[in-house]
């Protein structure tokens, strides 16, 4: 048994012993007996209180302390039961809020950094309330920053009127805003949902479009820049050592027969690098330089089927099976153009399916969505999901004899028909999917 438990013990038993030498001194009218003893029991009763009320009083600051999260104390340890959970509980709650708020600090700061603008709201009885708003938020529609979100309606009634419209669920919006009265800039906006059993939330980001097609066209430069510094490079490092050492060998008085065999070696090779680096060039300049369609009406079942008849004899050669599916359509486009960017797709698909013992290209033509789509699929060995992403860079390829414009030249063709060109990998092989205004 604990010290205190003891004292405590102790007080009782003394009041009781008090109390019934207090009731026999009643009994035997000795008034002055009776009334000492009864104070003493009364003195007992109220010190085992006191100290019973002592330790719950300890008790009771310390769990307010972590109801208000006042961590300020510093609690120790103490013999009674009660009191020692309570300071062990105190203690756990500091630790975790200590945690949280090292976290919350982390994450603020990590939200803080982002590029994007970023709005967190959350719901309480029924009321939207701003949970997180970062800087780049609040600088981009130049507003202040409010706890209330409906507070944002006066200040930017465009934007509150899309996040409203779209009911706080998961929404993409391109919308143009004028701030302070400037020129119009364009954004897009998402929404996210994000809710549990006790809390909804809705995550709302928010980006300059102009600064996503800036970001685009810098890392667009930017691998355009190192493949054309490789090209260089690998062409022109061997051409200057040769040029180097044909100098030397031209300052010579006399030249030997050995000297001149390794003038016509070198001059051979300076012209290969030279073929090499003007095709390069020529390469640049067909997808730099694209000519502007001629546009008429033209059947694109006839187009694909000339494309088809253009690559027979490499269809037969490699043991292809063609498969067609194609629907009577017409396109107002640059047939040329068209069968160019068919023939490289084709062309494409007949390097993937090289390996393959039944070797397949289908093609489809059908409308969807009020839109013409033109399908070229293969059963090859498919794009790695590393280079995914890079297969449209100027000069990327895989291929040893391959150039890299095939389609970076195709994606040009069709983006200058208004349409698009897409990568869908299959569970077994590609497909380029080609999209076109009906």
């Known amino acids: 048994m604990k010290k205190h438990?003891?004292?405590?013990?102790?007080?009782?038993l003394l009041a009781i012993f008090s109390g019934v030498f207090a009731f026999d001194f009643y009994s035997q009218n000795r008034w002055i007996?009776?009334?000492?003893?009864?104070?003493?029991?009364?003195?007992?009763?109220?010190?085992?209180?006191?100290?019973?009320?002592?330790?719950?009083?300890?008790?009771?600051?310390?769990?307010?302390?972590?109801?208000?999260?006042?961590?300020?104390?510093?609690?120790?340890?103490?013999?009674?039961?009660?009191?020692?959970?309570?300071?062990?509980?105190?203690?756990?709650?500091?630790?975790?809020?200590?945690?949280?708020?090292?976290?919350?600090?982390?994450?603020?700061?990590?939200?803080?950094?982002?590029?994007?603008?970023?709005?967190?709201?959350?719901?309480?009885?029924?009321?939207w309330e701003v949970f997180y708003v970062n800087p780049v938020f609040l600088e981009i529609l130049q507003i202040p920053k409010y706890n209330y979100w409906n507070l944002y309606e006066n200040k930017t009634p465009n934007f509150y009127k899309i996040i409203e419209q779209s009911n706080y669920e998961n929404s993409q919006e391109f919308f143009d805003i004028s701030i302070n009265e400037n020129t119009k800039q364009s954004f897009s906006l998402r929404t996210k949902k994000v809710e549990n059993v006790k809390n909804r939330f809705c995550?709302?980001?928010?980006?300059?479009?102009?600064?996503?097609?800036?970001?685009?066209?810098?890392?667009?430069?930017?691998?355009?820049?190192?493949?054309?510094?490789?090209?260089?490079?690998?062409?022109?490092?061997?051409?200057?050592?040769?040029?180097?050492?044909?100098?030397?060998?031209?300052?010579?008085?006399?030249?030997?027969?050995?000297?001149?065999?390794?003038?016509?070696?070198?001059?051979?090779?300076?012209?290969?690098?030279?073929?090499?680096?003007?095709n390069f060039v020529d390469d640049y300049r067909q997808v730099a330089e694209l000519p502007k369609p001629v546009f008429k009406t033209i059947s694109l079942t006839h187009i694909?089927?000339?494309?088809?008849?253009?690559?027979?004899?490499?269809?037969?050669?490699?043991?292809?099976?063609?498969?067609?599916?194609?629907?009577?359509?017409?396109?107002?486009?640059?047939?040329?153009?068209?069968?160019?960017?068919?023939?490289?797709?084709?062309?494409?698909?007949?390097?993937?399916?090289?390996?393959?013992?039944?070797?397949?290209?289908?093609?489809?033509?059908?409308?969807?969505?009020?839109?013409?789509?033109?399908?070229?699929e293969d059963n090859g060995t498919g794009i790695p999901n590393e280079i995914k992403d890079k297969i449209f860079l100027p000069f990327f390829t895989t291929r040893i004899s391959g150039s890299g414009i095939g389609l970076t030249l195709s994606k040009s063709i069709i983006e200058a028909h208004k349409g698009y060109l897409n990568y869908k990998p299959l569970e077994k092989g590609s497909r380029f999917e080609i999209w076109f205004l009906n």
């Open 5 to 12: 438990q003891i004292f405590w013990l102790i007080f009782i």
């Open 33 to 127: 007996n009776c009334l000492l003893f009864s104070s003493m029991s009364l003195v007992c009763i109220f010190l085992a209180q006191a100290s019973a009320f002592s330790y719950i009083q300890k008790t009771e600051k310390l769990i307010l302390a972590i109801q208000k999260k006042d961590f300020s104390l510093f609690p120790e340890t103490d013999e009674n039961t009660l009191v020692e959970n309570a300071v062990k509980l105190y203690y756990q709650s500091k630790e975790e809020h200590l945690s949280y708020s090292s976290y919350k600090l982390l994450y603020e700061e990590i939200l803080n950094q982002l590029e994007i603008g970023l709005m967190i709201l959350s719901k309480k009885n029924n009321e």
């Open 203 to 278: 995550i709302i980001s928010l980006e300059s479009v102009q600064k996503i097609i800036e970001q685009k066209e810098k890392l667009a430069w930017n691998n355009l820049m190192k493949v054309i510094s490789h090209e260089l490079l690998n062409t022109l490092t061997p051409v200057n050592s040769l040029i180097q050492n044909l100098e030397y060998i031209a300052n010579q008085e006399i030249i030997e027969k050995e000297d001149q065999q390794d003038m016509k070696e070198s001059l051979m090779i300076i012209n290969s690098k030279s073929k090499q680096l003007l």
């Open 304 to 376: 694909v089927e000339s494309a088809l008849n253009f690559l027979k004899p490499e269809f037969e050669k490699n043991n292809i099976r063609i498969i067609n599916s194609l629907e009577n359509q017409t396109i107002f486009a640059d047939q040329k153009m068209i069968e160019r960017c068919l023939i490289n797709l084709y062309l494409n698909a007949i390097y993937a399916v090289a390996d393959n013992s039944e070797k397949i290209i289908k093609t489809e033509i059908k409308t969807l969505n009020k839109r013409i789509l033109l399908n070229v």
